[in-house]
């Protein structure tokens, strides 16, 4: 196996054995605050939305209960798992990838 597969097989149990969102319960829309929140949004709309429809469960695993770190996540996004196909450098840029994430992690952070 090459390291970035061991790397992403790791995060990715890490990031599945999390627990469930205990706080308030989410409702609405996010508050969106920054220009790159509303790029991700964009972005999440046109690359994500489809299996994790509004960062709940679709045909892929909710997002906004995850307690991944950033990193985490920029790295399942690059490199893909299991069925979620990866999203290399040409297809979503370093920026697009940040404000792609932002939004991620504001459906996440918010009581909405």
């Given at each position: 196996m090459r390291y970035p597969t061991i790397v992403v097989l790791c995060g990715a149990l890490l990031w599945g054995c999390g627990t469930a969102?205990?706080?308030e319960p989410l409702v609405g829309p996010p508050r969106i605050t920054t220009e790159s929140e509303r790029h991700g949004q964009r972005l999440?709309?046109?690359?994500?939305?489809?299996?994790?429809?509004?960062?709940?469960a679709g045909l892929?695993?909710?997002l906004n209960n995850k307690p991944?770190?950033?990193?985490?996540?920029?790295?399942?996004?690059?490199?893909g798992l299991g069925r979620m196909p990866s999203f290399?450098?040409?297809e979503l840029d370093g920026r697009?990838?940040?404000?792609?994430v932002s939004y991620?992690?504001?459906?996440?952070?918010t009581g909405r």
């Open positions: 969102r205990r706080s999440f709309m046109q690359l994500c939305n489809q299996c994790h429809p509004g960062g709940d892929a695993p909710a991944a770190p950033a990193a985490a996540i920029k790295l399942q996004v690059r490199q290399p450098e040409r697009g990838l940040d404000d792609l991620v992690l504001r459906l996440r952070h």
